[in-house]
């Protein structure tokens, strides 16, 4: 985790021109109206939505995501199960495949009350786990990942060892339901593409689902989702819960895949000018790859936006003003399309919309938080909170 300034305040920021640069930025009318979005579509397709708090990895802002009380949700790291249960949240899914030596901090979870379901994609996995839970005296609830788009893990429905690894989990009491992730939607340029993805995500669970059923094993759980796959689903018959997490900020990779808006982007990083070189058509901020990360996930889109979109501290778009360089500290703004170098003098504070939320977030230990639909007052939005965040590990 990035190491610089934006840390938990010593004195509270009044505005964002008050913290040192860079700092992370969240807008939290933007962010509850893309909570609101999801959270409609779900109920419309009669499923639990399950969010995935790796992207803010903050109990601040999961609170936002079921009026302030503890829903389901899913995470990534122990870690952040850990953290989500000492707030108070008891049913969580860690979606990342279990290794042995995780199993004691499971366990250890399970003890406090929490249902931590935990998943799985092999004999050798579940043989394990169904060995802990004799020695334990726990079921330990089991998703098995199934693979519906030849993205990381899982297996296929039709794969010979999916019943088998059924049948251990459910003879220990541990087989909870199967899970599966679209991965490759991130790719789904079009809004078919994007319901294609969905469907074929969805037909795929089912499918294992029923498969297991056929053997006599009970399937309680059929679970999918993707932010991208989530916001196109239009059936989702035979699922029972959707998990999304990039949604609550978005970012431009998903503005680019048309799932969301440049404007429904809530997380940006405010960094300050400190350079020009017109020699170069540069100006130079004191925010690198340190503070947006080195991801590049627009490279491969129809729009490459470099390392993000430039917006004054308002959050006005500058037009044509693109980071396109970074290096560990340092940004550099070009002008593209024709646009002209904008003269921003030195002190010049600016707000960088980030490619993937996720990465950017990962790179701060927390949010400064302001609410768009406010007068400024000024050019500085006021700084309404200090959101932090858990630990990723």
């Known amino acids: 985790m990035n190491t610089q300034e934006s840390t938990t305040p010593s004195a509270p920021a009044r505005t964002l021109a008050d913290p040192d640069t860079p700092f992370a930025v969240v807008d939290v009318d933007t962010m509850r109206r893309n909570i609101a979005r999801l959270k409609a579509r779900a109920d419309r397709l009669a499923v639990t939505l399950r969010p995935h708090v790796k992207t803010a990895k903050s109990l601040d802002a999961a609170a936002l995501l079921h009026s302030g009380t503890p829903c389901p949700v899913t995470v990534s790291t122990l870690a952040e199960a850990e953290a989500f249960a000492d707030g108070g949240y008891t049913d969580i899914t860690y979606a990342v495949g279990i290794d042995p030596h995780k199993l004691p901090r499971v366990i250890a979870l399970l003890r406090r009350g929490v249902t931590l ?4 994609d092999s004999v050798e996995q579940a043989s394990f786990v169904a060995e802990a839970s004799r020695r334990s005296g726990l079921p330990l609830p089991a998703q098995i990942e199934i693979d519906c788009d030849g993205h990381r893990g899982g297996l ?16 220990e009491g541990c087989l909870d339901g199967v899970l599966t992730h679209a991965g490759e939607s991130y790719f789904a340029r079009t809004a078919e593409e994007q319901r294609l993805a ?16 056929a053997d006599g ?16 689903a239009e059936d989702l018959t035979g699922v029972t819960e959707l998990r999304a997490g990039n ?9 680019g895949l048309g799932v969301c808006r440049v404007e429904d982007i809530a997380l940006s990083v405010v960094v ?13 901020t004191d ?5 947006m990360s080195r991801d590049r ?34 940004g550099t703004l070009t002008a593209r399309d024709g646009a002209s170098l904008p003269d921003l003098p030195v002190g010049t504070r600016l707000r960088i919309l980030p490619n993937h939320a996720c990465a950017t977030a990962a790179q701060h230990r927390g949010y400064h938080v302001v609410d768009g639909t406010l007068p400024t007052g000024g050019p500085a939005p006021a700084v309404d909170a200090f959101w932090e965040r858990v630990t990723g590990w």
Do not use: C
């Not at 609550?248 to 998903?254: A, I, T």
């Not at 300050?272 to 130079?284: A, D, K, M, S």
């Open 117 to 120: 379901r935990i998943l799985l």
């Open 156 to 171: 296929k429905p039709d794969d010979p060892a999916l019943t088998g690894i059924g049948r251990i989990l459910h003879d």
């Open 198 to 213: 969905a469907k074929n995500e969805r037909d795929t669970a089912v499918a294992a689902a029923e498969r297991l059923r």
């Open 217 to 232: 094993l009970p399937v309680h759980v059929v679970s999918v989702g993707s932010t991208p796959t989530a916001h196109a």
């Open 247 to 255: 949604y609550v900020f978005f970012d431009l990779v998903m503005a």
């Open 272 to 284: 300050t000018v400190i350079g020009r070189r017109p020699e170069y058509g540069w100006i130079v």
């Open 287 to 291: 925010g690198g790859w340190m503070a």
């Open 297 to 330: 996930g627009t490279a491969a889109q129809a729009q490459d936006q470099g390392y993000g979109l430039v917006t004054d501290l308002a959050g006005n778009l500058l037009p044509g003003l693109v980071m396109t360089a970074a290096s560990q500290e340092h």
